[in-house]
């Protein structure tokens, strides 16, 4: 049985309804591919509270609990473990976003993001995404 | 730290778009609730597995993996837990709904699901079915 990786992600979005992407780093597993900001919840986190502590690491952004709403998730099965990812939406934060951990970060509409190589489980997002933003 | 609960559930959607929500029996913590049916994945166990799973031994229902759409989640906090409770759409199942462990079944359309009482957690995944049942 595949362990489960519960990771927890952000979709950015700015006045102009574009979403943040982020490019993985060389080294990294899937390095080059796209994403959304986020990672994994420790032991005994809150998943709210480890996706700002990520939002904080990653990019260097201030986001308050209020501003996350629940948005969808991917379930993934990958061969080596199986992907639990909450996604949620965030339209404020305080301070812009500098790529701290990413090669490069991308402000994207959402019908652009099909152009944008992303992992596996990212794709169900990324349609949900592009059919209704919220 | 609260610990983290992941539980999974399933907005199961009949052909008339009416939702069947199940009763906590009494003896169960919120206790005459209405809820989603499912229940806590195990360890080491999948999430949609858990979901199979649950609806089978709560309902009496076979639904295969490739029927179960990730929609939602919740991500509240209770007093002495915090939930992180992913929602899938199912539409299609095989045999009828029984109610095997909870007090009474019902289908309901989503501009009524405010008429049950359901615990705190489900209220945005309520919202969001009312708004958008997909």
Redesign the interface.
Known sequence: ????V?VVAAALIDAQGRILIAQRPVGKRMAGLWEFPGGK?EP?????AALIRELKEELDLDVARDDLE??????H?YADF?L?M?LWVIRRWKREPVALEHEALAWVLPGKLKDYAMPPADE?LVKRLME?PQ
């Open positions: 049985m595949a362990n489960l519960l919840v005994g986190e809150r998943p709210d629940p948005y969808a998730f991917a379930s099965a199986h639990l909450p169900v209704r």
